[in-house]
């Protein structure tokens, strides 16, 4: 399975970003996907993940700012990013698996490359 994110930029406090990505190859071995972020001297973390049903699953610090959702006919997730704040700031990267527990606690078995958000104060 291979993971193409992309939307990642430069915004200022309180703006918005959306973040897509799109899985391909062998997309019947997955069935969860999300994302996470790092950010300078942190570990990484979970943001958000969504299972092929529409299950969700924010983290504490994203809930009712971020939304996150996913296109099956495309195979892509998306990352609506609103109200965002500095400590936002960080490497996103998408997740895919199978299971949305696995997904959710540790990642899932594939990861795309990371996509730059910095929030400006």
């Known amino acids: 399975v291979q993971l193409q994110a992309s939307g990642g930029g430069l915004v200022q406090a309180g703006g918005s970003l959306r973040l897509s990505c799109a899985a391909s190859?062998?997309?019947?071995?997955?069935?969860?996907m999300g994302w996470y972020r790092q950010a300078p001297g942190k570990q990484r973390e979970l943001v958000a993940a969504?299972?092929?049903?529409?299950?969700?699953n924010y983290a504490d610090s994203v809930k009712g700012r971020f939304t996150i959702s996913r296109d099956n006919a495309k195979n892509t997730v998306y990352l609506q990013m609103n109200s965002l704040k500095p400590e936002d700031t960080a490497v996103y990267y998408c997740?895919?698996?199978?299971?949305?527990?696995?997904?959710?606690?540790?990642?899932?078995?594939?990861w795309g490359q990371g996509t730059l958000v910095t929030v400006s104060s």
């Open positions: 190859g062998s997309i019947f071995s997955i069935n969860a």
């Open positions: 969504i299972t092929s049903g529409g299950s969700t």
């Open positions: 997740n895919a698996g199978w299971g949305s527990i696995v997904v959710v606690t540790t990642g899932g078995d594939y």
